[in-house]
């Protein structure tokens, strides 16, 4: 089992910055890559950035130059810092992990305002 935790989420303005962290625990050296999701209501979930073991990043287009996804393995944390924030990235947003099943956080709220 791998239990992940998130925080960091709040209310911004827009044009603000925000640092999301995802803590992991339990059976953790089971763990590949990690990957933020976000949702909305009445949409699907939304891959926003994912990070492998050994680094390698990946981004949805709409978050590209404004997002950056980082892992500190040491202290078993996924970040996810937010710059230049829109309104329109307003959501939940969800760690995963696979390891090799998937697993969720909780979630952790990002408002936007205009």
């Known amino acids: 089992q791998v239990q992940l935790v998130e925080s960091g989420g709040g209310l911004v303005q827009a044009g603000g910055s925000l640092r999301l962290s995802c803590v992991a625990s339990?059976?953790?050296?089971?763990?590949?890559?990690m990957r933020w999701y976000r949702q909305t209501p009445g949409k699907q979930r939304e891959l926003v950035a994912a990070i492998s073991n050994s680094g390698n990043s990946s981004y949805a287009d709409s978050v590209k130059g404004r997002f950056t996804i980082s892992r500190d393995n040491a202290k078993n944390t996924m970040y996810l810092q937010m710059n230049n924030l829109k309104p329109e990235d307003t959501a939940v947003y969800y760690c995963?992990?696979?390891?090799?099943?998937?697993?969720w956080g909780q979630g952790t709220q990002v408002t936007v305002s205009s």
């Open positions: 339990g059976i953790i050296f089971r763990i590949n890559a």
């Open positions: 995963n992990a696979l390891a090799p099943i998937t697993y």
